[in-house]
Structures are given as C-alpha cells and as structure tokens.
C-alpha cells in the first residue's frame, strides 16, 4: 500500500498494511530539527507521515495584515487574530460585538482567489501518493471566533436566536467551501471545533445538542455526500456529547487528549464500529518524556488500540514548539516498526 491507501483503509475501520501515521500540525522548530531550509511539505516526505494537513488557520495565505511587527492580522471573517511561537495563532478581537454588527455582517466569499494557501502545492506533489486533508473550524469555532467565547456562551442562555442564526452563517459558508475544496482535490476535511476542557464540555449537553449538533450533521452530511472522508477533533475531555458526534456520520475521531481522560483503546470499544480512532501518544509526554518512554507508549497505543485496524496514530493534538524533536521522530519510527499488520496482542510489539 502507499500512504493515501493505508489512511483510506483505516478510516473504512480496516486493516492496513501498517498503522498509518499523520498530524494535524507540526511547529517550525520540529520541522528546522530536520534541516534550517525544510518546508513543512518537505517534512511531511522525509519522515513518511502518511498524509498532508492543510490547515485553513496556519497555511491558508490569506492574512490582513494590521501590524506586521507585533504579528496582528485580520482574517476573512473580520476576527483579529496575534500570531505566537506556536504553529496556530490567537484570536483578541471578535467583528460581531452587537445585534446591530450581526445584522450588518457579510459572509466571506468560499470562492475567493486568495483562500487556498499552499493546498494547490501540496496537490501537485502528493496527490495519489499521500492522502490529502484540509483543517479548519466549522460552526462551533467560527462563531466564538466572531462573538467571542464568553459572549457566545452567554448568547445561548440570552439570546439563542442570535446564536442559531451565526452558527447557520458559518454552516453556509462551509457548505461552499467544502465543496471547492474538494472539487479541488483535497479527500479529507477535518473539522478542528473544540469543544471541551480537561473535565468535560464548555457548553451543557443539552446546549451542545441544540446549538450545534444540527449544524454540524449538516456540514458532516455535504462532506460525504461530495465524496470525501470526514474527521472529526476535538479537546477535552467529550464523553457526555461523544455518541452524537459519532452519529453525524463521521468516518475518524480523533486526536483526543489522553490526559483529558479521552482513552483511545475505550473509545474503540465503544465505537470503533462506526469510526476510525486518531491519536493518541499524550503531547506533555513528547515535550518531556525520553525517547525510551515514547518508544514504550507508542507500543503500548499500538497493542490497544491497532489490533484491527481503523487505527492511525498520532500525537494527542499536534506538535507544539514544546515536543522534543527526538521524541517525535522516535514515534513515528516505532510506529513504523511495531505497527505491521497482523497485531493480534500485546506480545507480538514487546517480544
């Protein structure tokens, strides 16, 4: 197999010839550990990972710049945004501050020229090869993007008309652009929205049910029926809202946070049926831990979670400036030892 039909079989819950390999984003500093001019599509060949993530944040060109020295930018939809020496930046300043901003504010055009990064690269070098995949937001992100956290949370207690009415906005808008993308090319979206903490989701269930969930099985629903996979991530601890977001319809979830409580071998038991597993060797591990310790854990998530398939490995998130460069190329090495198909038990990695 090669990279694009290891990850495909996985995410149909099969087995591949080995455990694929993929992240959803990868630091500068882990990326110059290779060599000071290493792009990070270059990256992506030299250690093997199984996929190429675009990241609609990190990689899609389209930055308003307000002030270049202090890295402030305004992306499409207004939102102010600081770059950081992480690979993501920060939101500081939300457009819809007022009912009178709701009602005045316009959409983004999906079809803008300026909105693709450098996906059109990494087609012309890694489609057939490796499997293409596109992150961003959907519903939940882009509407605290625009309103803010506090305010968004505050809206579905005050003013839950306003809320629905964003959430459908951002619905809309993906709906297009999900379609170009893969009209474009791309095979994979993964929908980055997250919503929980460390001891459970930032809204109530019955609140995520409500002001979510709908427009988020609308944007799953157009995925598919456009004829690409769909992977659902989130942080946090989502074992209260879990079996809905499975029930959207998505093919993976994942990476999830092992030290949020999210145990990837549970949550194959418990769904592993209806999706592939993502994930999931814990990030405070790789920025701290020796690489003896990542070589064991990446074993010990190969001999619980592998085993069948519908499994692709990586970190717990993405890897940060923090990871220790050493300790990622040692899982994706592991992973590429220890993860031949068949795995049947433990035994069989620690032999």
């Not at 625009?146 to 968004?152: C, Q």
């Amino acid at each position: 197999m090669n990279s694009r039909e290891r990850i495909f079989t996985a995410l149909e819950r099969k087995e591949p010839d080995r455990v694929p390999l993929m992240e959803l984003g990868i630091d500068q500093r882990t990326i110059s550990f290779m060599s000071k001019n290493c792009s990070y599509l270059d990256f992506i060949e030299r250690v093997g990972l199984d996929a190429v993530v675009i990241s609609e944040v990190r990689d899609a060109g389209n930055l308003g710049w307000i002030d270049k020295k202090k890295k402030i930018f305004r992306d499409k939809w207004g939102t102010i945004w600081r770059l950081t020496t992480e690979s993501f930046p920060f939101p500081i300043e939300s457009p819809i501050k007022s009912e009178e901003h709701l009602k005045a504010y316009s959409l983004p055009d999906p079809y803008a020229l300026d909105t693709l990064g450098i996906l059109p690269e990494a087609i012309k070098r890694f489609k057939g090869e490796k499997a293409i995949a596109w992150l961003g937001p959907a519903d939940f992100n882009i509407s605290w993007y625009l309103r803010g956290m506090d305010n968004l949370l505050m809206d579905y207690v005050l003013r839950p008309r306003s809320a629905k009415k964003i959430a459908n906005m951002c619905m809309e808008y993906y709906v297009e652009f999900h379609k170009r993308l893969i009209e474009e090319g791309v095979e994979i979206i993964i929908l980055g929205d997250d919503y929980a903490y460390k001891n459970g989701p930032l809204m109530s269930p019955g609140q995520f049910k409500e002001f979510i969930l709908p427009f988020l099985k609308k944007i799953v629903a157009n995925i598919k029926k456009q004829g690409a996979y769909c992977i659902k991530h989130t942080d946090g601890n989502i074992w209260k809202i879990i079996d809905w977001i499975v029930d959207t319809g998505i093919d993976g979830i994942g990476p999830l946070e092992p030290g949020a409580g999210m145990d990837l071998h549970k949550v194959k038991e418990k769904n592993g049926n209806k999706v592939c597993v993502i994930g999931n060797i814990d990030v405070n591990l790789l920025s701290r831990a020796p690489v003896e310790r990542i070589i064991n854990e990446t074993k010990r998530i190969i001999a619980r979670v592998s085993p069948s398939g519908g499994h692709i490995m990586s970190s717990g998130n993405s890897i940060s400036s923090s990871v220790k460069p050493e300790n990622f190329l040692a899982m994706i090495e592991t992973t590429k030892k220890y993860g031949t198909y068949p795995i049947k038990n433990i035994e069989n990695i620690y032999e």
